[in-house]
């Protein structure tokens, strides 16, 4: 950030970005100020670092560092190898530090959620099979339900992008925080980059206007620390961050076992890992690097012979593939938020964008093809640093089923189905009626299971015993808890 002692326009045309300022004579007094604070907020030299590095001359691409790359190791569930006897060990000691109130519940929802097309934030989309209940209010009843098996208050930090805070906030003040405490809740903005055209220079959105976009998921850390939300944490003895992605409903947010892992690894950042399905499945995989450090590779970025590679068993070698699940320490985020560590910077990456823009006659262009570059941050490139990084496997249908585009794969209908199966799955275990299609797991009716009710198998084993009778499942049935419906 770049306190401004002089007009940030001078700077501007000294560094050849004199073109942000070209409408600004004709701008009304209010667009001047508006423009001039996005201005002041920008990094110049990182702008340019950034282009130069990543633009102008990228590196030479990782072949020779995938010939360092091992796969990391990861702790398989008990169904696959893992021992019994830890798992409850870190089962029992992540629900100590939920009982502690020593964790907090963090959402990241600043993106921009383009390929989903939906018009309001990621986070109000209605993503249930019956209740159509939203993402948000997904995340909100897990919380609560934690909140009712551990006897505290669980704060839920929320990171929004100036793109949707408003009617982010908005609408759960409009639903009530869902039933959480208002002041538990708390929101904040991630950082904003602007986007550079092929020669580096700044677009304006608008002709009073820079072209801003979120600076990434990794622009969490510095957010959680530039917002005061670590500080809170500390006044509030919260040392465990639980992080997911706003898209994903299927989430734990909460999960005993993972904080627990996390704690007993004495870990800085831990993550959960799942099988690829296939090699060119479209997530990063967790690698360990030449110098012995934890990392996660792009999808993109694997080589394919590795992507290919398999085991003595015939598994894909390099399968531990990353889901955007961690846990961190809330010192590890102040370290890396602060940037007080020289040794522990997050790099930014590069994405060609088609970004709507004024030219230079001030006509409004909407591009076609891509036509500028943006700067992101990656919140999994924060692994390398972190000491102690522990890794545990998670089966897909307990976790993971994010809504990332308006059709085919990671779409609303691929999560519906998905919490289809798991509500089927879980009557079946219970012994309830349900009459399941052996193909495909969808039960033939749709109903729901809310979090209050039940958020994993074993929760409902016991909601469905402690009822007077089995419930019966109809199209539509809602189980809920007796105190919501
Ligand atoms: P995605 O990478 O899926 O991006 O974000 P997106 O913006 O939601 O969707 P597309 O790519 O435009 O279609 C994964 C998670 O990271 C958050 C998103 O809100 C989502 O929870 N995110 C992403 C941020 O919070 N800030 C960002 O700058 C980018």
Redesign the pocket.
């Known amino acids: 950030m770049v306190a401004a002692m002089i007009h940030p326009r001078h700077d501007y045309e000294d560094r050849g970005q004199g073109q942000v300022f070209r409408f600004f004579d004709d701008l009304a007094a209010e667009q001047q100020d508006e423009l001039t604070r996005q201005a002041s907020n920008i990094d110049l030299d990182e702008v340019e670092r950034l282009y130069q590095t990543l633009v102008k001359n990228p590196g030479a691409g990782n072949e020779s560092l995938a010939d360092e790359l091992q796969p990391a190791e990861f702790v398989p569930l008990p169904e696959n190898g893992g021992s019994e006897v830890l798992w409850k060990e870190a089962y029992e000691t992540g629900e100590a530090a939920l009982r502690a109130g020593r964790v907090a519940a963090f ?10 097309g939906f018009d309001g934030p ?1 986070g109000t989309f209605p993503v249930t099979p019956v209740r159509n209940a939203a993402l948000f209010q997904v995340f909100a009843e897990k919380i609560r339900a934690a909140e009712a098996r551990y006897g505290k208050p669980m704060p839920w930090f929320i ?1 929004t ?1 100036v793109i949707n805070h408003e009617p982010t906030v908005d609408f759960f003040e409009r639903h009530g925080h869902f039933g959480l405490d208002p002041e538990r809740v708390h929101f904040f903005s ?1 950082g904003l980059m602007p986007a550079v055209d092929e020669d580096g220079k700044i677009l304006l959105a608008e002709k009073g206007s820079i072209a801003l ?5 990794g ?2 850390l510095r957010a959680l620390v530039r917002s005061g939300a670590i500080d809170r944490m500390e006044a509030d003895g919260i040392d465990t961050i639980s992080y997911f ?3 994903n409903p299927l989430v734990r947010c909460l999960d005993p076992a993972f904080i627990g892992f996390h704690l007993l690894g004495n870990s800085e950042m831990s993550s959960k890992a799942l099988p690829k399905a296939y090699p060119e499945e479209k997530v990063g995989v967790f690698c360990r690097d030449g110098d012995g450090r934890d990392v996660v590779i792009e999808y993109s970025d694997l080589p394919e012979r590795l992507a290919n590679e398999r085991d003595a068993a015939g598994e894909l070698r390099f399968r531990a593939g990353s889901i ?1 699940i961690h846990i961190f320490d809330r010192d590890f985020v102040k370290r890396l938020g602060t940037g007080a560590d020289p040794d522990a910077v997050l790099p930014f990456h590069r994405a060609h964008k088609k970004v709507p823009h004024v030219d230079e006659s001030g006509n409004a262009v909407s591009p076609t093809d891509p036509n500028a570059w943006k700067f ?1 941050m990656f ?1 999994f490139d924060s692994l390398p640093f972190a000491k102690n990084p522990v890794i545990i496997e998670t089966a897909r249908e307990d976790d993971f089923s ?1 809504v ?2 308006a059709e085919g794969n990671d779409s609303p209908q691929t999560c519906r189905d998905d919490q289809l199966r798991q509500y089927a799955r879980w009557a079946k275990a219970a012994g309830l009626e349900v009459s399941v299609d052996a193909e495909t797991g969808l039960p033939a009716v749709a109903f729901e299971v809310t979090p209050t009710f039940a958020d994993t198998e074993d929760r409902f084993l016991e909601a469905v015993a402690a009822l007077d009778s089995k419930p019966v499942i109809v199209d539509e049935t809602v189980l809920d808890c007796p105190d919501e419906e």
């Not at 976009?213 to 998921?217: C, L």
């Open positions: 959402t990241v929802a600043g993106g921009q959620g383009t390929r989903l990621k990171m992008s991630q976009s979120p600076d990434g998921h622009g969490s992605q706003v898209d955007a992101e919140v994010p990332k585009n």
